[in-house]
């Protein structure tokens, strides 16, 4: 277990955007379009080879207008807890190693599997209790949205649809490009438990690397309410970035989610559940099983 060079949250305001801009995946962006294919194999592509280059070479030059007349502005807010597992598939995080801060609530898979397959939750990851060990999870939001909504309307006023969506998209794969900047960041800096990782870009983009950031609304943790309790623990305000109350996050071009570093963290899809965990889980979460069975109900079983 590696304790994370520092305790609590940071900020960090005014990232610069081609630092980030390094870090962006194009395959995505593509798909935007309705353009199948990765990248750069597309460009070469019989079918929409030329319209793929000739989105690209708009896309960048749009960006470097972006980033020399700092049209955008990118931010992040990021804190590490102490934190240990519960028996109920709870995550309880610490101040100070000790004091109770916070209750973070997992799902655990429920689907047969074939013999000695486990069913996974997110809070496996995590030491248990029972180990009298602490450990440490993170939790992050990044944007690079701040300045899109006068961007667009800039475009708006100028009846320009197409440059309009090339900056919703860049805006999109720039909070995704962060995303990826910053957790290489804690790897090998503010958690520093991947100290001499040297990943290509390639390698970035097959998430080769140890540890891994799911967001609550995916497969592992679909579960949105939970980005509740990250938000107000990272004061993501401060960094312009807020929820709606149906959860979603403002501005749209944003990213948010845990960080866990054990070596055998991985992705996975919680899949279908059953009465018994929805009702046990609006439980521990202080909510109706009606409001559970809402936010849960395209997983649920029944």
Known sequence: ITKPTFLGRKTLLNYPLEEIAKYIDWTPFFQTWMLAGRYPKIFTDAVVGVEAKKLYDDAQKLLSQIIQGRKLKANAA???????????DDVALYKNEDEHLATLHFLRQQNKKAQNLPNFCLSDFIAPKSAGKRDYIGMFAVTS?????????????????????MAKALADRLAEAFAELLHEKVRK??????????????ELIEEKYQGIRPAPGYPACPEHTEKKTIFELLKAEEAGIVLTESFAMYPAAAVSGYYFSHPESKYFGLGKIEKDQVEEYSKRKGMTFAEAEKWLSPNLAY
């Open 145 to 165: 949205g701040i300045g899109l909504e006068k961007l667009i309307d800039e475009f708006k006023s100028k009846h320009d649809d197409y440059s309009e969506i």
């Open 189 to 202: 800096e503010f958690w520093g438990y991947a100290k001499h990782e040297d990943m290509t870009e390639e």
């Open 78 to 88: 990021l804190a590490f807890y102490p934190a240990q597992s519960t028996e109920t």
